[in-house]
């Protein structure tokens, strides 16, 4: 079995870690004796979907995201087709409001690509901290760190989980991130998916699912990852 891996634009969107991600799919993966191919996408680059089971976007400045939106906006129509027929795609933070319909930055409106019925303003101040999230699809919590200045609104969309600590989406309603389909957004950085070894195998089976059929993952000694994991959600919750 093989897992190819779109990491997009990692020049341009990599806060806080974000390409620890990478890492973390790949060596989960290669573990279990998958083979893990992983691309590196610049804005220049034609990205091959037909050969990609998982699409990774990171965070990045305003400046970043108005680049990276022009150009995503190109292959609006294949990005979409991709998640509709059940590709996995895991967006972070920047990468997240750029799969609404748009981002409000004061007078200035960067379009999105429309996945998802999301839309997001920046608001005064910047939502910081820790965050620890419960989810409907894993026995464990979610947990990240977040620093967004846009507050995020989900309308009719499902969250990827409910905040437990921390301020999520919008600071209000207790929401963080969405998922739809096999599409992954939230606003955790830290990196994510290392902090988080069930989701990110979650990510991989769902990957490989979509790809071979139904799978079963083999067992990893997760320890150490469960003990720092089960040591922020009882610091906070």
């Known amino acids: 079995m093989t897992l190819n891996i779109a ?6 969107l990599n806060l806080y870690g ?21 691309t590196e996408y610049t804005l220049e680059s ?10 990774f976007v990171g965070g990045g400045s305003d400046r970043e995201q108005k680049l990276v939106c022009g150009r995503l906006l190109e292959m609006k129509d294949k990005i979409i087709d991709f998640a509709e027929n059940g590709g996995c795609i895991v967006a972070v933070c920047g990468g ?10 004061g007078d200035e409106t960067i379009e999105g690509l429309g996945l998802l019925d999301i839309v997001t303003e920046r608001g005064e101040g910047r939502l910081i ?5 419960k989810t409907d699809f894993l026995e ?10 846009g507050r995020t ?3 009719g969309c499902t969250p990827l989980g409910k905040v ?10 207790k929401t963080e991130g969405v998922i739809y389909k096999n599409v992954i957004a939230t606003y955790l950085h830290g990196p994510l998916l290392p902090k988080n070894p069930h989701l990110c195998d979650y990510i991989i089976k769902k990957s490989l699912y979509n790809k071979y059929g139904d799978i079963e993952l083999k067992k990893l000694d997760d320890t150490a990852e469960i003990a720092a994991n089960d040591y922020i959600v009882h610091r906070f919750c």
């Open 18 to 38: 974000d390409r620890g991600n990478i890492a973390a799919l790949s060596l989960r993966a290669q573990w279990r004796g998958i083979e893990a191919n992983v």
């Open 164 to 173: 437990m600590y921390g301020k999520g989406n919008n600071g209000t309603d």
């Open 153 to 155: 609104e989900i309308n």
């Open 46 to 55: 034609e990205i091959d979907f037909e050969n990609t089971d998982i699409i």
């Open 96 to 105: 997240y409001q750029l799969l609404g319909k748009y981002y409000k930055l």
């Open 129 to 133: 901290g820790n965050v620890v999230i």
């Open 140 to 149: 464990r919590h979610v947990v990240g760190f977040e620093n967004h200045g």
């Open 7 to 12: 990491h997009l634009y990692p020049d341009l």
